[in-house]
T-cell receptor, first 113, second 119 residues
């Protein structure tokens, strides 16, 4: 079974600053996908970024980037130039192709003015 | 594109009654849909995997006779909570896997969720 661990229950960052959210996972599979999802107070799950395990290059989406360390089974999310709208729960998730997502417990991020 | 809807968004029911929640993929076909449950301040936990035209696969600890899942078409899956009790109060979220994109990107799209309150 795959496990996803997010060791930071809560984090805070000032507007315009950079913050990094941590995620580690455990799997015996070689081909899989990793995701970061954002869940704002509306509770709609929003895909922030995805990473295919076979790709060595770290994924980036505008202000969001990941540091994917496959050997260390680490998948951290960096948010640059933080905005007030980034305030939300962030979930790291693992997926083996074709199967459901396995989520971490989440990190509550608060962006302050 | 890739929109998933859920209906209703919020439902309140009396203990012992049944509630049906619909999950629809609006602009794509989904052979597979997933049902998650999220308790307050907790993560999403997978309840079951729903495949079009076949029986759902339930996760360990999820009562299949209590949470009935039907995936009768490529765009609709339903979750019926039978004989609901207060402990079933939760936020239920579905996701759908795009049939065409799934092979290359394997991206799932989430519905907005349904908040169930059982009195």
């Amino acid at each position: 079974a795959q496990t996803v661990t997010q060791s930071q229950p809560e984090m805070s960052v000032q507007e315009a600053e950079t913050v990094t959210l941590s995620c580690t996972y455990d799997t015996s599979e070689n081909n899989y996908y990793l995701f970061w999802y954002k869940q704002p107070p509306s509770r709609q799950m929003i895909l922030v970024i995805r990473q295919e395990a076979y790709k060595q290059q770290n994924a980036t989406e505008n202000r969001f980037s990941v540091n994917f360390q496959k050997a260390a089974k680490s998948f951290s999310l960096k948010i640059s130039d933080s905005q007030l709208g980034d305030t939300a729960m962030y979930f790291c998730a693992f997926q083996h192709s074709g199967y459901a997502l396995n989520f971490g417990k989440g990190t509550s991020l608060l962006v302050t003015p | 594109g890739a929109v998933v809807s859920q209906h209703p968004s919020w439902v309140i029911c009396k203990s012992g009654t049944s509630v049906k929640i619909e999950c629809r993929s609006l602009d794509f076909q989904a052979t597979t849909m997933f049902w998650y449950r999220q308790f307050p301040k907790q993560s999403l936990m997978l309840m079951a995997t729903s495949n079009e035209g076949s029986k759902a696969t339930y996760e360990q600890g999820v009562e299949k006779d209590k949470f009935l899942i039907n995936h009768a078409s490529l765009t609709l899956s339903t979750l019926t909570v039978t004989s609901a009790h207060p402990e079933d109060s939760s936020f239920y979220i579905c996701s759908a896997r795009d049939l065409l994109q799934g092979l290359s990107t394997d991206t799932q799209y989430f519905g907005p969720g349904t908040r169930l309150t059982v009195l």
